[in-house]
Nanobody, 121 residues
Framework: VQLQASGGGLVQSGGSLRLSCIFS????????MGWFRQAPGKERVFVAS????????AYADAVKDRFTISTDNAKNAIYLQLDSLKPEDTAVYFC???????????????WGKGTQVTVSS
């Protein structure tokens, strides 16, 4: 699966952004599409995922109730709606395809190139 993320940018604290990830290749029901992020000087961490074919979602505690992951099967796309943004959400955001990604990054089978999100205070 090949992935291409877009939609990042500069936004003020409290603002919103919508990230998109277009994918190609064969996906399998039960696998996950998701998002990770890496802040400057920090490790890449899980943000959110959605199970392909079932729609079940998972979120990191830091973004729960502020971010929403969704899919558009017709467009081969996944989205991450970022609301109530905080300066600590500043990071490069990566889309990913894999298995049990909330638990381990070793489950990621494919990574997209990142898109920068910067939140000013």
């Amino acid at each position: 699966v090949q992935l291409q993320a877009s939609g990042g940018g500069l936004v003020q604290s409290g603002g919103s952004l919508r990230l998109s990830c277009i994918f190609s290749g064969r996906t399998f029901s039960g696998y996950e599409m998701g998002w990770f992020r890496q802040a400057p000087g920090k490790e890449r961490v899980f943000v959110a995922s959605i199970t392909w074919g079932y729609g079940g979602t998972a979120y990191a505690d830091a973004v729960k109730d502020r971010f929403t992951i969704s899919t558009d099967n017709a467009k081969n796309a996944i989205y991450l709606q970022l609301d109530s943004l905080k300066p600590e959400d500043t990071a490069v955001y990566f889309c990913a395809y894999g298995w049990r990604m909330q638990t381990t990054q070793a489950g990621v089978k494919s990574w997209g190139k990142g898109t920068q999100v910067t939140v000013s205070s």
